[in-house]
């Protein structure tokens, strides 16, 4: 190679929570990764702000779960607003749909943490592991070949990998330059206002909602207090074709129209944004040693919360099969299963988000993620043929056996093999076995081998066909 070329094992492209969750979830597994970023810092407005309890799950076991604690809260009651009065209250999601529904896990509400301060989170975990990211890097150009992929960048030297995951948001450049098409609709044809700022005269323990008039002439607002810092994100809808005012002027005059704040009492505008909701799906999520994630593979409205939240999955999903490929002990197939078993889940989430915006779908059990998992992935195997009610395929739940909480011995980049009430087989040293003398609450009896990502790949009332599904996965 030449000196101008930097070698890696895999080049991330895009430093958003997907890039800096996958860099994570590499470092610690030794693969030698570099995150790129054309822009000169971190992301600097809250955007993807609502984290849901299954992403809670994937952030403990990437060692940010404090962080994530500390500087965010729950999702304040929404207040109604008219005529400068309080009218009325709004939950934001069904309360007793989410906790019924998130049995087996520690966390049962949705936490609110701005995006600019998970990413600030999620660096300083992978700078923690040895990661790094590269700003100021604009990927102009790709190509691969069998064994290779090779980025050019605007400046800098160029950077071949093994493998490339495009991590760099919606107008991903990768995904273009790849011709890779994505499929989607308008999910609402007004344009939104988001902009993050300092306001005085309104409490921060509501989610301030100011409905449309009943004439359309004055639009909708919402302005919600972000946990762990002394922001409000203010969003607000515009009719087609509005051209929007960001700076500290324009969104005064929108606050002041819009309720009874007067246009001083915004001090300050930290950020700002304007965008068009839409729902679209990359039509493939892989092309050779190239791999799309998050918004780059799937972009949601941000109704319900479930674009961040997917797309971090995503990377959960990825990191741990890249790993074992890598140190050369799974075969190469293994990667076909990430565009199987994630775009089936993507395209699940895009009708949620959907239906949230539009007022069809309630926030519940369905948009907590908890339930979603990989039963037709090739990957799964359940050889039971009485089964209890978790299956193979399954996000294995939380809980606790003789004392000890399940989700302790799940932690980290190993595969953990349950065995509850049942013999336990002799095992490789790259699993983990967890004997309990009788049933388990959320199991049952069995054999359940737990993934890395913390999904049931097997499951069995003997250990028959469990060495097979070990060789065929290449864990030893």
Known sequence: MSGTTDVVDVVVVGAGPTGLALGIDLARRGVDAVVVEKADGLFPGSRGKGIQPRTMEV???L????GIRTHGGPYPTGMIWQD???VGE????DEDEVKAASAGSAFNVPWMVPQWRTQEILFGRLAELGGRVEFGREVVGVEQDEKTVTVRFASGPEVSARYLVAADGGRSVVRRTLGIGMTGETVDPDPVLVADVRITGLDRDNWHVFPPSADGEV????????AGTEDFQLVA???EGTAMDLSLDGIRKVAAARSHLSPEDVTEVRW???FRPRAALADAFRSGRVFLAGDAAHIHSPAGGQGLNTSVQDAYNLGWKLGAVLRGSAPASLLDTYEEERRPIAAHMLGISTGVHRGEVRRGAATIQLGLGYRES???EETRASMSEVRAGDRAPDGTMEGVRLFDTFRGPHWTLLALGVEAPELPEGVRVVRGPAAQESYGTGLFLVRPDGYVGWAGDTSTGLAGYLTRLGIR
């Open 378 to 380: 090739s990957l799964t």
């Open 219 to 226: 639009g909708f607002m919402a302005i919600c207090p972000l």
């Open 63 to 66: 060692g940010v779960l404090d």
């Open 90 to 93: 709004h939950k934001m999601f």
């Open 84 to 86: 400068g009065k309080r």
């Open 59 to 61: 952030l403990e076991d």
């Open 237 to 239: 809808q515009f009719p």
């Open 272 to 274: 700002a944004s304007d």
